[in-house]
Protein backbone atom coordinates (compact mmCIF):
# COMPACT_ATOMS: atom_id res chain seq x y z
CA UNK A 1 0.00 0.00 0.00
CA UNK A 2 2.62 2.90 1.19
CA UNK A 3 4.97 1.67 -2.12
CA UNK A 4 1.44 1.88 -4.67
CA UNK A 5 1.14 5.47 -2.50
CA UNK A 6 4.39 6.70 -3.04
CA UNK A 7 4.77 5.35 -6.81
CA UNK A 8 1.11 6.84 -7.53
CA UNK A 9 2.63 10.25 -5.91
CA UNK A 10 5.91 10.29 -7.53
CA UNK A 11 4.26 10.24 -10.92
CA UNK A 12 1.63 12.38 -10.14
CA UNK A 13 4.83 14.74 -9.65
CA UNK A 14 6.55 13.45 -12.59
CA UNK A 15 3.51 14.57 -14.75
CA UNK A 16 3.12 17.95 -13.18
CA UNK A 17 3.86 20.36 -16.03
CA UNK A 18 6.52 22.31 -15.98
CA UNK A 19 6.14 25.78 -13.77
CA UNK A 20 5.09 28.43 -16.00
CA UNK A 21 6.74 31.85 -17.40
CA UNK A 22 9.41 29.09 -18.20
CA UNK A 23 11.64 30.84 -21.27
CA UNK A 24 13.98 27.77 -22.06
CA UNK A 25 11.79 24.81 -22.50
CA UNK A 26 14.51 22.11 -21.90
CA UNK A 27 16.09 23.54 -19.00
CA UNK A 28 15.46 22.94 -15.63
CA UNK A 29 15.19 25.62 -13.24
CA UNK A 30 16.76 26.22 -10.08
CA UNK A 31 14.69 28.49 -7.66
CA UNK A 32 17.03 30.12 -5.69
CA UNK A 33 18.63 33.86 -4.64
CA UNK A 34 21.88 35.25 -3.90
CA UNK A 35 22.24 34.96 0.06
CA UNK A 36 20.98 31.56 0.46
CA UNK A 37 24.05 29.41 1.81
CA UNK A 38 22.56 25.95 0.62
CA UNK A 39 21.03 27.30 -2.58
CA UNK A 40 24.81 28.12 -2.68
CA UNK A 41 25.70 24.75 -2.92
CA UNK A 42 24.35 23.66 -6.04
CA UNK A 43 25.15 27.37 -7.68
CA UNK A 44 28.71 26.35 -7.12
CA UNK A 45 28.17 22.76 -9.01
CA UNK A 46 26.54 24.43 -11.69
CA UNK A 47 28.58 27.01 -12.10
CA UNK A 48 31.64 24.81 -11.91
CA UNK A 49 29.64 22.40 -14.83
CA UNK A 50 29.11 25.23 -16.80
CA UNK A 51 25.38 24.65 -16.83
CA UNK A 52 23.92 27.92 -16.36
CA UNK A 53 22.05 29.31 -18.32
CA UNK A 54 21.57 26.78 -21.01
CA UNK A 55 20.68 23.49 -18.89
CA UNK A 56 19.62 25.13 -15.79
CA UNK A 57 18.34 28.88 -15.42
CA UNK A 58 18.59 29.90 -11.81
CA UNK A 59 15.35 31.81 -10.98
CA UNK A 60 14.16 33.64 -7.96
CA UNK A 61 11.43 31.79 -6.12
CA UNK A 62 9.50 35.21 -6.46
CA UNK A 63 8.87 33.81 -9.97
CA UNK A 64 6.26 31.48 -8.18
CA UNK A 65 5.16 33.69 -5.48
CA UNK A 66 7.62 33.37 -3.15
CA UNK A 67 8.55 30.39 -0.94
CA UNK A 68 5.26 30.40 0.88
CA UNK A 69 3.15 30.13 -1.66
CA UNK A 70 0.78 27.64 -2.71
CA UNK A 71 2.28 27.27 -6.04
CA UNK A 72 5.62 27.21 -4.81
CA UNK A 73 4.54 24.94 -1.54
CA UNK A 74 2.88 22.27 -4.10
CA UNK A 75 6.52 21.68 -5.42
CA UNK A 76 8.65 22.45 -1.87
CA UNK A 77 6.21 21.60 0.81
CA UNK A 78 8.80 22.92 3.51
CA UNK A 79 8.38 26.51 1.60
CA UNK A 80 12.28 26.50 1.45
CA UNK A 81 14.79 27.13 -1.10
CA UNK A 82 16.59 25.97 -2.98
CA UNK A 83 14.08 23.68 -5.45
CA UNK A 84 14.82 22.25 -8.60
CA UNK A 85 12.75 21.56 -11.06
CA UNK A 86 14.17 18.99 -13.77
CA UNK A 87 13.67 19.20 -17.73
CA UNK A 88 11.18 16.87 -16.98
CA UNK A 89 9.75 18.65 -14.19
CA UNK A 90 10.17 16.44 -11.05
CA UNK A 91 10.50 19.16 -8.40
CA UNK A 92 13.61 18.05 -6.21
CA UNK A 93 14.34 19.42 -2.85
CA UNK A 94 17.30 20.02 0.12
CA UNK A 95 20.15 20.86 -1.02
CA UNK A 96 22.67 17.92 -0.53
CA UNK A 97 20.20 15.94 -2.49
CA UNK A 98 19.96 18.36 -5.54
CA UNK A 99 23.26 18.76 -5.45
CA UNK A 100 24.09 14.58 -5.85
CA UNK A 101 21.31 15.23 -8.68
CA UNK A 102 23.56 17.57 -10.63
CA UNK A 103 26.62 16.01 -10.21
CA UNK A 104 24.50 12.24 -11.10
CA UNK A 105 22.74 14.01 -14.18
CA UNK A 106 25.50 16.41 -15.90
CA UNK A 107 28.49 13.61 -14.68
CA UNK A 108 29.62 13.94 -18.73
CA UNK A 109 29.66 17.60 -19.06
CA UNK A 110 32.42 19.73 -17.58
CA UNK A 111 34.69 18.68 -14.76
CA UNK A 112 33.94 15.00 -12.50
CA UNK A 113 34.08 15.97 -8.67
CA UNK A 114 34.25 12.04 -7.77
CA UNK A 115 37.45 11.49 -5.93
CA UNK A 116 39.19 8.74 -6.87
CA UNK A 117 39.26 6.37 -3.63
CA UNK A 118 36.62 5.18 -2.03
CA UNK A 119 38.59 6.64 1.68
CA UNK A 120 38.10 9.78 0.25
CA UNK A 121 34.66 9.49 -0.95
CA UNK A 122 33.94 8.68 2.76
CA UNK A 123 35.81 11.30 4.04
CA UNK A 124 33.99 13.99 1.73
CA UNK A 125 30.45 12.11 3.04
CA UNK A 126 31.70 12.54 6.97
CA UNK A 127 32.16 15.71 6.84
CA UNK A 128 29.00 17.03 5.15
CA UNK A 129 27.18 14.93 7.44
CA UNK A 130 28.78 16.64 10.40
CA UNK A 131 27.87 19.84 9.33
CA UNK A 132 24.43 18.95 7.85
CA UNK A 133 23.77 16.97 11.19
CA UNK A 134 25.24 19.12 13.84
CA UNK A 135 25.79 22.52 12.36
CA UNK A 136 23.21 23.46 10.44
CA UNK A 137 20.42 22.94 12.44
CA UNK A 138 21.63 25.97 15.04
CA UNK A 139 23.59 28.04 12.66
CA UNK A 140 20.30 30.18 12.64
CA UNK A 141 22.11 31.60 15.82
CA UNK A 142 24.15 33.90 13.97
CA UNK A 143 21.14 35.92 12.43
CA UNK A 144 18.18 34.87 13.83
CA UNK A 145 16.52 36.31 17.12
CA UNK A 146 16.73 33.92 19.65
CA UNK A 147 14.84 33.44 23.43
CA UNK A 148 17.83 34.15 24.95
CA UNK A 149 21.44 35.15 25.42
CA UNK A 150 22.03 31.52 27.11
CA UNK A 151 20.80 29.56 24.17
CA UNK A 152 22.26 31.65 21.36
CA UNK A 153 25.45 31.14 23.34
CA UNK A 154 25.09 27.64 23.60
CA UNK A 155 24.64 27.28 20.17
CA UNK A 156 27.61 29.16 18.70
CA UNK A 157 29.60 26.76 21.16
CA UNK A 158 27.95 23.88 19.36
CA UNK A 159 28.97 25.55 16.07
CA UNK A 160 32.33 26.17 17.30
CA UNK A 161 32.66 22.48 18.58
CA UNK A 162 31.35 20.78 15.32
CA UNK A 163 34.02 23.37 13.55
CA UNK A 164 36.45 21.73 15.52
CA UNK A 165 35.98 18.45 14.25
CA UNK A 166 35.48 19.93 10.50
CA UNK A 167 39.65 21.07 11.50
CA UNK A 168 40.43 17.39 12.45
CA UNK A 169 38.81 16.23 9.07
CA UNK A 170 40.07 19.04 6.58
CA UNK A 171 43.30 18.26 4.73
CA UNK A 172 46.22 19.47 5.83
CA UNK A 173 47.80 19.60 2.69
CA UNK A 174 45.15 20.84 0.56
CA UNK A 175 44.11 23.15 -1.30
CA UNK A 176 40.97 21.57 -1.01
CA UNK A 177 38.81 20.16 1.57
CA UNK A 178 39.83 16.08 1.29
CA UNK A 179 43.02 16.95 -0.93
CA UNK A 180 44.39 17.74 -4.16
CA UNK A 181 40.89 17.53 -5.73
CA UNK A 182 37.64 19.82 -5.49
CA UNK A 183 34.63 17.57 -4.36
CA UNK A 184 31.26 17.77 -3.29
CA UNK A 185 32.48 18.80 0.39
CA UNK A 186 34.02 22.09 -0.87
CA UNK A 187 30.75 22.60 -2.73
CA UNK A 188 28.24 22.13 0.22
CA UNK A 189 30.68 23.96 3.44
CA UNK A 190 32.02 26.83 1.72
CA UNK A 191 29.08 28.92 1.21
CA UNK A 192 28.26 28.38 5.32
CA UNK A 193 31.39 29.13 5.74
CA UNK A 194 30.90 32.96 4.01
CA UNK A 195 28.35 33.49 7.14
CA UNK A 196 30.87 32.35 9.67
CA UNK A 197 32.88 34.56 8.44
CA UNK A 198 30.89 37.48 7.80
CA UNK A 199 28.58 36.59 11.46
CA UNK A 200 31.18 36.00 13.40
CA UNK A 201 33.44 38.47 12.88
CA UNK A 202 31.10 41.50 12.37
CA UNK A 203 27.86 40.62 14.63
CA UNK A 204 29.93 38.97 17.39
CA UNK A 205 33.69 40.63 17.29
CA UNK A 206 35.47 37.33 16.56
CA UNK A 207 38.62 38.91 15.80
CA UNK A 208 39.13 36.12 12.99
CA UNK A 209 36.19 33.29 13.02
CA UNK A 210 39.13 30.44 12.30
CA UNK A 211 41.68 31.36 14.70
CA UNK A 212 42.41 28.43 16.16
CA UNK A 213 41.41 26.60 13.12
CA UNK A 214 44.47 26.88 10.43
CA UNK A 215 43.61 24.06 8.49
CA UNK A 216 39.90 25.64 7.83
CA UNK A 217 41.22 29.03 7.78
CA UNK A 218 43.94 27.72 4.99
CA UNK A 219 40.95 25.97 2.64
CA UNK A 220 38.62 28.81 3.73
CA UNK A 221 41.58 31.65 2.34
CA UNK A 222 41.86 29.79 -0.90
CA UNK A 223 38.69 29.49 -2.24
CA UNK A 224 37.88 32.63 -1.30
CA UNK A 225 40.76 34.55 -3.00
CA UNK A 226 40.01 32.53 -6.06
CA UNK A 227 43.09 32.73 -7.68
CA UNK A 228 44.92 29.12 -7.74
CA UNK A 229 42.14 27.14 -10.30
CA UNK A 230 39.07 27.47 -12.36
CA UNK A 231 36.66 25.91 -9.51
CA UNK A 232 38.23 28.34 -6.80
CA UNK A 233 37.39 31.09 -9.60
CA UNK A 234 33.52 29.59 -8.97
CA UNK A 235 33.50 29.72 -5.26
CA UNK A 236 34.94 32.97 -5.45
CA UNK A 237 32.49 34.12 -7.10
CA UNK A 238 29.68 32.50 -5.18
CA UNK A 239 31.45 34.19 -2.36
CA UNK A 240 30.88 37.40 -4.03
CA UNK A 241 26.89 36.63 -4.36
CA UNK A 242 26.63 35.64 -0.89
CA UNK A 243 29.08 38.56 0.65
CA UNK A 244 27.16 41.20 -1.31
CA UNK A 245 23.93 40.11 -0.12
CA UNK A 246 24.54 40.04 3.66
CA UNK A 247 26.20 43.29 3.21
CA UNK A 248 22.76 44.50 1.81
CA UNK A 249 20.86 42.64 3.97
CA UNK A 250 23.33 44.33 7.01
CA UNK A 251 22.48 47.97 5.39
CA UNK A 252 18.97 47.22 4.50
N1 LIG B 1 17.85 21.44 4.81
C1 LIG B 1 17.47 22.41 3.82
C2 LIG B 1 17.49 23.77 4.42
C3 LIG B 1 16.89 24.80 3.48
C4 LIG B 1 16.85 26.19 4.10
O1 LIG B 1 16.92 26.36 5.33
N2 LIG B 1 16.75 27.19 3.22
C5 LIG B 1 16.67 28.56 3.65
C6 LIG B 1 17.48 29.44 2.71
S1 LIG B 1 19.18 29.04 2.73
C7 LIG B 1 15.22 29.00 3.57
O2 LIG B 1 14.56 28.76 2.58
N3 LIG B 1 14.75 29.69 4.61
C8 LIG B 1 13.42 30.24 4.66
C9 LIG B 1 12.52 29.50 5.59
O3 LIG B 1 12.94 28.47 6.17
O4 LIG B 1 11.40 29.94 5.75
C10 LIG B 1 18.43 22.31 2.61
O5 LIG B 1 19.59 21.95 2.82
O6 LIG B 1 17.99 22.58 1.49
Known amino acids: MATTTSTVGLAQRVARPAPRRSTRASAAKLYDVPVSNNGARVRIALYAKGLVPDRVEIVSPSELGGIKSEEYMALQPKGQMPLLVTESGLPIWESEVILG ?37 VQGCMYRKSPSAEQRAAELKVIDENLHILESLCSADGPYF ?75
Open 101 to 137: YVLDKYDGEGPSFTLDTAEERALSTLSTKVFDTFIQP
Open 178 to 252: VGGRPCKTDMSLFPSFVFFEFMLETQFGWPDAFYDKPKLRAWYEYLKAGEGSDFAGVTARVYGEIFDALKAWEEG
